[in-house]
């Protein structure tokens, strides 16, 4: 339940950042641009947390950052088309779709976040299989009883 719980918040926190990301955007051109570039930090950080709560092995914090980094970018991306694409064509269709629209895009986004984070997922676990692997490879091929003639 803690686990659920504190996933929430940072679910919470994603929406607070991106808030307030959007007020400073709003208000002038030169912070939109310092909060767009702060914002995609937040969104790595945060994703890191989500990452660590989540049930995990017992690895080291670094084995968790090219997930994050590809969780966060991915989010200011979806982020950027949301702000700059589709809020764009939802409001000059506004007439033709309404709400429908409007659901549609939510719907859109909520899907392509869900897969983002299965991807930094997958991305942590191929990575740290790999760094298995090659460590195996290694410690096999160190062994002192290598079957060499002596």
Do not use: C, K
């Not at 926190?13 to 208000?27: G, K, L, M």
């Not at 939510?106 to 991807?119: M, P, T």
Request: glycine share 10%.
């Amino acid at each position: 339940p803690l686990a659920v719980l504190g996933s929430l918040g940072v679910i919470a926190a994603f929406f607070t950042v991106t808030f307030i990301a959007t007020a400073i955007r709003h208000e002038s051109p030169g912070p939109g641009v310092i909060a767009t570039v702060l914002i995609g930090i937040a969104y790595v950080w945060l994703a890191f947390l989500v990452l660590w709560l989540l049930p995990r092995p017992s690895v080291h914090w670094t084995a968790l950052l090219p997930g994050a980094v590809a969780i966060g970018l991915g989010m200011q991306a979806i982020h950027l088309i949301n702000v700059y694409f589709i809020s764009y064509r939802i409001s000059t269709s506004s007439e033709t779709y309404g709400a429908l629209g409007v659901a549609a895009a939510i719907l859109l986004s909520l899907f392509l976040i869900g897969r983002l984070f299965v991807a930094g997922v997958i991305l942590n676990a191929t990575l740290w299989e790999q760094e298995n692997a090659r460590n195996d490879e290694a410690t096999e091929g160190q062994s002192p009883n290598r079957g060499d003639a002596t």
